[in-house]
């Protein structure tokens, strides 16, 4: 059975910089979206590598650190959760949808 999930950006926070705000726009970008498969580790990768190149292109602002994050104690709302280095970005979330 091929593995589905949705992508959903849940709250938005006001960006403190340039940084940050291309992350959230980027992030929002991919909101509703759904992969499937391979598509996923591909996101997660191309996410990541994304605001790598933020961080290179607004080199003054203070980087951001980014990982994904699997939730095995379902406290949270989703499978996998970004997480951004404790900046106040935006929630992205990955919900894996039983078919």
Request: overall charge positive; some cysteine; glycine content about 4%.
């Amino acid at each position: 059975m091929k593995t589905t999930c949705m992508v959903y950006v849940g709250q938005s926070y006001v960006p403190k910089n340039r940084l940050e705000n291309a992350i959230q726009e980027y992030l929002k970008l991919n909101d509703r979206k759904l992969l499937s498969g391979n598509e996923i580790a591909e996101f997660k990768k191309a996410i990541l590598d994304q605001i790598s190149a933020f961080n290179d292109k607004y080199s003054r602002c203070t980087p951001v650190r980014a990982s994904w994050i699997k939730n095995h104690e379902n406290k949270q709302p989703a499978d996998e959760i970004l997480s951004l280095g404790g900046s106040l970005i935006c929630n992205l979330y990955l919900y894996q949808i039983n078919n």
